[in-house]
């Protein structure tokens, strides 16, 4: 299936938890006839024991853990693997765990942070079954009664005779047995790996630099290609001089790829590939050609690439936002939609006009690169009559599809393999560098891995969306919030890549949810969306558009609260009330706050950060949340004395339920707070005459180790069922660190990333605007 | 264009003789012609520090090495950090405080760790800071590389010092 609308940010939750339970609901129908399950129900002979597609217990009492969720640095793959051993009651030591190959019927897809919370359930069924058939054969094998036996640590113990037998041993026997419609779970007192700091199952692998990651996949007599592409989107090569490229030892040929022969990978533009037989060659060779790009005429700045700029955007999100959109331009400005109303126009007419104070804010928030340290690479055998691929891809399904649509070539002869993936932040979500890597592996008939550079990766890549809002807030003589009006313009995601998600109305429900998903009391809200149209390509960033709204709607409370005079925590819990909780519609499925939970993590996160305690002046502390699933509340201390901002500690409390791995849940809160200070602090993609301005690691930089600040995570208990943790604690950085420095200077900044002492804002206390300048190269 | 060069190359206590363009980068010379890929491409121009590599014990990015420039100078990858099974202290440390994530820069950043402990076996924070500076994490790894490397240093006074 393909999943409409199906992408980290946009993807319908309702999809997922079916995706989650295999495309169908057959959790429990253990189907017969996977290809992995075949040899389950065999009996005699069997060479393991798969009552079930997500594990497999070997003849030598292995046990594998069989995923659908790919792991990229998230820990996914060893949260998975525990849930699936506890109930089993697996011997820890001998686990594994292997995504398996996408079978063009199971939806594989991983994002969005809902990796646990969907497969929780099904897996714990499905480990739970396995026990239940393993301890019925090793009671016989035993021959004592079923009763009298207990399972532990890969093994049936009959506890009066102090004999066990190993799974390993019943592989045979529990395939013959019929599979339990509705097993017994264990009782969470009975958890012997679930809540304990395990390692993850790939540490020693990456530590013994034994981990296999896309771009080191080797195959004997493969080819290495890069790709100079049109320097502006939907640039058309109008010709190239390849001679002194193939000049170059080691380039074996040079192929012009034209953008359009991916339809279904938009984002792709022309190129021309040096491919050769090392990476060096294929680079050099690269370096040598002398291609002539042309660049359409059309003043359509949806489609011309060369007129994209940063510019033309801000003044286009100006011009959305002033409501002259649809009269002026109406190839690449759509009119305004409203998304909701909390109440009525009249309403909130009349709630401006008695307002004791009103607040007219404006928040900009740049496009951003993922930037994953590994950049995209996909390496493809073309043999014929089928496909094999090795990509670093986390949207499995997409990859088939794609390449079924770019080659004719049925599922069941694409076989892909996904090795570990040096990050991806999303931007291996869409799959434009598989499908070079299989058109230049059909062109060549040889295996040929496809690199993208840095620079490439950079200024050619797919970029989280920008967004310029404008808020107003109406506050009542008691300081409380009367009525909040946000509209905002922004480049749509869905419309670039799925515009039939886009509803009749022109509204594109996943750039409002998480502007709607506000739940402080307040009488009128009105949330107006505004699509703006450039040649420029945004994709899930962290996703979807919570980075964006966090940032508007978490520093908004805390400037309601300072206009209010109120203490920030106080305000926000007088706002939240009585514990109650919410759901919001997102695409008819309820994604859910718990006021009460919201409330506890506040006052967690402060309690732990000694909020309210006296700081040196130049230092202040901020205070943020968000909620997708997670309930996480974050204070930010910064210090301005040196007249920019150092982040001294940032203090995040998370209720992500029960919490599976407390070192894993700890390493992505710390690892999200770093991904975020990047962007608040550092991050941004600009363009210019249709070319990105950055193109490496000296302009577009990142976070460095001397500007980590400590990262203190307070884990509230909670028996509830587990939530993710991949991505929530990087949505509330930026505004905990704005709300921060607010405090720290009295200075309020409203634009990412956060630039003290800017044109039009008000200057810090003291030094000037230094951002950190980044290292010059070594080696 | 560079004419090609035979090359004696020292890596990880063995020669290798090398025949190509004297330009190309030790990163890829490593990883394409000697099928070592512990060191990783991240930016290409020595920022990233995926790449990172110990010439003649010194962390370098090898990126922006030239094969035809290291002479006879001593190359240690990171496939040469363990001996045998017995991981290097900062690799064991690596492991105790479970820094890695994703883990494609981590083979730069024990390199990085392991040059300075051989320098300073009981570093600052300001020469961890300063050492490190030029490794790059986009999972963010930081918070615990900092203690790993404390831990790498008591691991190594523990067994009398190696690196």
Known sequence: MSAPGAAAGGLQRRALLQAAAGGGALVLGFRVGDAAAQTAGAGAGAAAFQPNRWLRVERDGRVVVLLTKTEMGQGIETGLAMVVADELDADWSRVGARTVAPDGRRFMMTGGSYSMAVAWEPLRKAAAAARQMLLEAGARELGVAVGECRTAQGQVRHAASGRAVDYGRLVEAASRLPVPPSPTFKSPREFALIGRPLGAINAPAIVRAQAVYGIDVHLSGMLYAVIERAPVLNGRLARVDDRAARAVPGVVDVRVLRGNVFPQSPCLRDGVAVIATSTWAALKGRRALQAAWQFAASDNKASNGALASSAALARDFERALAGTATRTDPDTLHAGVSALRRGSAEGLQAAFAGAARTLDLRYDVPLQAHAPMEPVNALAHWQGDRVEIWAGTHFQSRVLQRVRDLTGLPAERVVVHTPLMGGSFGRRLEVDFVLEAVQLSRELARPVQLLWTREDDLQHGLFGPASRHHVRAALGADGRLLALEHAFATLSVRRQNEPEGIRADGLDPTTVFDALKFPYAVAQMHVRQHLVEQAIRVFWWRRGYTPNHTFVNECLLDECAHAAGADPLAYRLALLGAPRVIDYDNEGDAERIDTGRLARVLSAACEAAGWGRALPAGVGRGLASTVTDTHVAQVVEVDSRAGRPQVRRVVCAVDCGRVVNPQLVRAQVEGSVAFALTAALKGAITLEGGRVQQSNFHDYPLLRIDEMPAVDVVLIDSDAAPTGIGEQASHPTAAALANAWFAATGERLRALPLKPGAPGEPRPPAGGPTPPSAPGSRG | ?163
Not at chain 2, 46 to 69: I, K, Y
Not at chain 2, 87 to 94: D, F, M
């Open chain 2, 1 to 163: 264009m560079t004419p090609e060069r035979t090359i004696s190359l020292h890596v990880n206590g063995r020669q290798h003789r090398w025949r190509g363009d004297p330009d190309e980068p030790l990163l890829w010379a490593l990883r394409d012609r000697l099928g070592l890929r512990g060191a990783k491409y991240g930016c290409g121009i020595g920022t990233c520090g995926a790449c990172m590599v110990h010439v003649d014990g010194q962390a370098l990015a090898s990126c922006t090495l030239p094969v035809g420039a290291l002479g006879t100078r001593r190359v240690r990858t990171v496939e040469a950090l363990a001996r045998g099974d017995a991981l290097h202290p900062v690799q064991q440390a690596w492991l105790e405080h479970q820094v890695p994530q994703c883990g494609y820069c981590q083979c730069g950043q024990m390199m990085a760790a392991a040059a300075l402990l051989a320098r300073h076996p009981a570093p600052s924070e300001a020469q961890i800071d300063e050492a490190l500076r030029g490794n790059l994490c986009r999972c963010g790894t930081y918070a615990r590389i900092k203690p790993a490397i404390a831990r790498a240093a008591e691991l190594m006074r523990q067994t009398g010092g190696r690196s």
